[in-house]
C-alpha cells in the first residue's frame, strides 16, 4: 500500500525545479487550465487579504496573488522550489507582496502558523494528492490556520480527466493495474503508473472531504474539458484573442457542469470556514 512519504515528494520536487514553472505555459492545454485555476483566485480574492499558499511552488500563482493585491506567506515542502519562489518573485516584481517563504509540511502547520492567522488559503497546484492516507490532518490544519468566513482554494488531480488526457498509456497497462487505480485512485510508479505517488480525485469524493473537514464547498470545476484533447490544435484558437477569449468563457462554464466536473486533469474546489457565531 502507498503511503505519505513527505522525503520522496520533497526530493521529487527538488528535482523538479523550474519545470514546476513552466509546465503551466508548456502547451496550450497547459494555458487552459492556467486560466481557470486564475478564473477562481480572482473571483474569489479581495485586495488586502492575507494569504497562505501551501505548496506553492515556484510562484505561478503567487504572482496571480500580488496582482489582486494580496499579502502572501509562501509555504512548500521543497526548499528548491521556495528558492525559485523567491528568485521569481524578485526578478519579476512581486516580492513586495510576499511576507515570508516557509518550508513545512502541510500536515504539520503547529510549529509555523498560529490558529485563525490567515484570511484565506490556496492550495493549488495538487498538494492535497499527495499527503494521501493523511489528507485529513492537513485539511483540518488548513482549516485551523483560516480565520472564521475565510475562503480555501484546493486543486487536486482529477481520476477521469488523467485517464482521458493519457488515455493510449493507460490502455497499455495491465487490465489489472488499470482497474486498481479505477478503484484506489492511487498513482504508483512502482506499477508503472505515472511519475507520481499520489492520490486522484473524483468530484465528489473531494465534495465529501471538505465537507467532512467542516468546510462548505461553494464552488467546483474541472481545470479543463472541452479543450482536454484538443492538443496543439488549440495553437491556432490562441493566435486569435477573440476565439481565445471565447474559448476560455466556454471552458469556464462546462467545467463547473455536473456532467464536465470530474473529466479536468486537475479539479478545483473554493470552499469556506463557517464565519464565527453571531457574524453577519
Given at each position: 500500500?502507498?503511503?505519505?512519504?513527505?522525503?520522496?515528494?520533497?526530493?521529487?520536487?527538488?528535482?523538479?525545479?523550474?519545470?514546476?514553472?513552466?509546465?503551466?505555459?508548456?502547451?496550450?492545454?497547459?494555458?487552459?487550465?492556467?486560466?481557470?485555476?486564475?478564473?477562481?483566485?480572482?473571483?474569489?480574492?479581495?485586495?488586502?487579504?492575507?494569504?497562505?499558499?501551501?505548496?506553492?511552488?515556484?510562484?505561478?500563482?503567487?504572482?496571480?496573488?500580488?496582482?489582486?493585491?494580496?499579502?502572501?506567506?509562501?509555504?512548500?515542502?521543497?526548499?528548491?522550489?521556495?528558492?525559485?519562489?523567491?528568485?521569481?518573485?524578485?526578478?519579476?516584481?512581486?516580492?513586495?507582496?510576499?511576507?515570508?517563504?516557509?518550508?513545512?509540511?502541510?500536515?504539520?502547520?503547529?510549529?509555523?502558523?498560529?490558529?485563525e492567522a490567515?484570511?484565506?488559503?490556496?492550495?493549488?497546484?495538487?498538494?492535497?494528492?499527495?499527503?494521501?492516507?493523511?489528507?485529513?490532518?492537513?485539511?483540518?490544519?488548513?482549516?485551523?490556520?483560516?480565520?472564521?468566513?475565510?475562503?480555501?482554494?484546493?486543486?487536486?488531480?482529477?481520476?477521469?480527466?488523467t485517464v482521458?488526457?493519457?488515455?493510449?498509456?493507460?490502455?497499455?497497462?495491465?487490465?489489472?493495474?488499470?482497474?486498481?487505480?479505477?478503484?484506489?485512485?492511487?498513482?504508483?510508479?512502482?506499477?508503472?503508473?505515472?511519475?507520481?505517488?499520489?492520490?486522484?480525485?473524483?468530484?465528489?469524493?473531494?465534495?465529501?472531504?471538505?465537507?467532512?473537514?467542516?468546510?462548505a464547498v461553494?464552488?467546483?470545476?474541472?481545470?479543463?474539458?472541452?479543450?482536454?484533447?484538443?492538443?496543439?490544435?488549440?495553437?491556432?484558437?490562441?493566435?486569435?484573442?477573440?476565439?481565445?477569449?471565447?474559448?476560455?468563457?466556454?471552458?469556464?462554464?462546462?467545467?463547473?457542469?455536473?456532467?464536465?466536473?470530474?473529466?479536468?486533469?486537475?479539479?478545483?474546489?473554493?470552499?469556506?470556514?463557517?464565519?464565527?457565531?453571531?457574524?453577519?
Amino acid at each position: 500500500m502507498v503511503t505519505y512519504n513527505p522525503d520522496w515528494v520533497k526530493a521529487y520536487y527538488d528535482d523538479y525545479g523550474a519545470r514546476e514553472w513552466e509546465r503551466w505555459d508548456r502547451s496550450p492545454v497547459e494555458r487552459v487550465k492556467l486560466a481557470v485555476h486564475m478564473h477562481y483566485l480572482e473571483t474569489t480574492v479581495q485586495p488586502g487579504m492575507r494569504i497562505l499558499e501551501i505548496g506553492a511552488g515556484a510562484g505561478r500563482f503567487t504572482q496571480a496573488l500580488a496582482r489582486l493585491g494580496a499579502r502572501v506567506v509562501v509555504a512548500d515542502i521543497s526548499p528548491v522550489q521556495l528558492e525559485l519562489n523567491r528568485e521569481n518573485a524578485r526578478q519579476l516584481g512581486f516580492a513586495a507582496a510576499v511576507e515570508d517563504w516557509v518550508e513545512c509540511d502541510m500536515c504539520a502547520l503547529e510549529t509555523h502558523f498560529a490558529d485563525e492567522a490567515f484570511d484565506a488559503v490556496v492550495c493549488y497546484g495538487g498538494p492535497l494528492s499527495y499527503v494521501l492516507e493523511r489528507r485529513d490532518e492537513a485539511l483540518a490544519e488548513l482549516r485551523r490556520v483560516a480565520r472564521p468566513g475565510a475562503p480555501l482554494l484546493f486543486g487536486v488531480m482529477g481520476l477521469w480527466g488523467t485517464v482521458h488526457g493519457a488515455l493510449p498509456g493507460v490502455l497499455a497497462l495491465p487490465v489489472e493495474v488499470n482497474r486498481d487505480v479505477v478503484r484506489t485512485g492511487r498513482l504508483n510508479p512502482a506499477r508503472g503508473t505515472g511519475t507520481h505517488y499520489c492520490h486522484m480525485f473524483r468530484a465528489a469524493e473531494l465534495r465529501a472531504a471538505l465537507e467532512a473537514a467542516g468546510l462548505a464547498v461553494e464552488a467546483i470545476s474541472a481545470s479543463n474539458g472541452l479543450s482536454a484533447a484538443w492538443g496543439e490544435e488549440l495553437a491556432a484558437i490562441e493566435q486569435d484573442p477573440a476565439k481565445w477569449a471565447h474559448l476560455l468563457e466556454l471552458e469556464f462554464e462546462a467545467c463547473r457542469e455536473p456532467g464536465c466536473v470530474d473529466m479536468g486533469t486537475h479539479i478545483i474546489a473554493v470552499a469556506r470556514k463557517a464565519p464565527a457565531a453571531g457574524a453577519p
